[in-house]
């Protein structure tokens, strides 16, 4: 189903791009577009998940540097039944975590240093069970290709505008003209950002679950969603406001100002933390870790 969804994810972000290219220079526009859709598709397939490590400065860890963090992981990826992913950190205050890469084969599963200093080896255990629910659903390559084709796309509008404004509006090979270019530096990206809401909220939900079934815990989840809500309103994350189009990746809405309405891809926090209750029931309170912590 992921795989179905990541392809035809790729599908409408390249007919917008045809759109667009259309639109701003007929089809000459449209057959540069092309193009220029392909090798990006290609390119974000190969290496989107190197760029979004890239872009919050994130560095790998191992045994000798962060030996809790990583074993928590292998743990939880043991019990998943997935391949030993990559581990890393962000230098942020701001508690947070995400996870990318193409296929578990080749995943990565990122926290801040927010996150470490700020919650419990328990609470983060179901964290990074939520992360590698994403993992194991491969959610990872179709939120990846979200962010990197979104800022693309955005790009994209801005040189629409720019075109619009030296005067590429008036060009005859232009079908719309400067209507057709103030359009696109107005719709793209709002379409790509409705797509990026709609791939978000609801694998949220299914990573929460995923994550409860991986760790034998919710209310372990449950428990750091609240704390990491609460501090994420309070702690600024700059690296995520400069690139608001990764703010799906994060396990809670990283970003502040009018940017957090525009990109609120997560459901609320509450309702996330009562499925996990209603989940813990299910399970039992009471249930025992399937092993020790720490």
């Known amino acids: 189903m992921n795989t179905l969804r990541t392809g035809m994810l790729m599908a409408a972000m390249t007919g917008l791009f045809l759109a667009v290219g259309y639109a701003l220079g007929g089809a000459m526009g449209m ?18 998940d190197k760029m979004v490590l890239a872009m919050y400065g994130a ?3 191992d045994e000798t540097s962060a030996p809790d963090l990583v074993h928590i992981v292998r743990q939880l990826a043991g019990q998943a039944g997935l391949p030993m992913p990559r581990v890393c950190i962000v230098d942020n205050p701001q508690p947070n975590a995400f996870a990318t890469g193409r296929d578990p084969e080749h995943a990565a599963v990122c926290v801040t240093s927010g996150l ?29 290709l979200t962010a990197t084709i979104a800022g693309a796309v ?30 696109v530096s107005l719709l793209a990206p709002v379409a790509a950002m409705l797509v990026q809401m709609a791939i978000s909220r609801t694998r949220e939900f299914e990573a929460d679950r995923m994550g409860a079934e991986i760790s034998g815990r919710p209310l372990w989840l449950a428990s750091a969603l ?3 809500e609460a501090a994420a309103g309070q ?3 700059p ?56």
């Open 59 to 61: 560095r790998a860890v």
């Open 116 to 144: 470490l200093r700020q919650v419990s080896n328990e609470e983060l255990a179901g964290v990074l069970a939520h992360e590698l629910g994403h993992v194991k659903n491969r959610d990872t390559l179709t939120m990846t």
């Open 235 to 237: 702690i600024d994350n």
């Open 239 to 294: 690296a995520a406001d400069a690139n608001p189009a990764t703010a799906h990746m994060f396990i809670v809405n990283p970003l502040h100002g009018n940017l957090a309405g525009l990109f609120a891809s997560h459901p609320s926090t509450e309702d996330r933390i009562a499925r996990l209750k209603q989940i813990a029931q299910q399970m039992g309170q009471a249930a025992p870790s399937p092993r020790p912590w720490g």
């Open 226 to 228: 609240g704390r990491i």
């Open 31 to 48: 057959a540069i577009a092309f193009l220029f859709a392909a090798a990006g598709n290609l390119f974000a397939y190969w290496n989107s």
């Open 154 to 183: 955005s790009m994209l509008a801005n040189f629409a505008f720019f075109l619009g404004a030296f005067g590429g509006g008036n060009n005859r090979n232009n079908p719309l003209g400067f209507v057709g270019v103030i359009l």
